[in-house]
């Protein structure tokens, strides 16, 4: 197994920290409701944790190990409904056009890093136990040495 370069990881939380950071600061200066900026903080946690779980899903079945249809299921479904609530949201916004686009691409980058940090660390962690490394310490067993 070929190893992920650190570079490529620090490239992966270098571009998940501007995608988020982006997008947070778009709707702190967005003159906007609260509840609005709430919609959106909330479709982008939903976003990040449904692209987390599916990349998750998709990996285990190619791997060969099981994963549930329904879970699969619900892992798709839980990406799109992020996705589409908040381009319904988008699409209701009253929003110069500029910045909806802004917002879809810092949202789109921050799920499309987020998958790819998820699977640099699985794959760090693979490679750690082909070694004979235990990354996955307790709090316990990091106290003992």
């Known amino acids: ?56 899903c998709i990996r285990d079945r190619a791997e060969g190990k099981d994963v549930s249809e329904k879970y699969r299921a619900i892992c798709w479904i839980a990406t799109l409904a992020s996705i589409a609530l908040f381009l319904i949201g988008l ?14 691409m810092a949202f789109l980058l921050a799920l499309f890093a987020c998958a790819t940090m998820q699977k640099n660390e699985r794959d760090q962690i693979m ?14 067993e990091a106290r003992q040495g």
């Open 1 to 56: 197994m070929k190893s992920t370069s650190s570079v490529y990881k620090f490239a992966t939380l270098a571009v998940l920290i501007a995608a988020i950071s982006g997008y947070l600061t778009g709707i702190w200066n967005a003159e906007m409701m609260l509840n609005e900026k709430g919609y959106y903080l909330i479709c982008l946690l939903f976003g990040l944790f449904s692209a987390v779980s599916l990349q998750k």
């Open 127 to 140: 490679e750690a136990r082909a070694t004979g490394q235990n990354l996955l310490h307790t709090d316990r």
């Open 91 to 104: 699409w209701n916004a009253n929003l110069l056009l500029s910045e909806k686009g802004f917002y879809i």
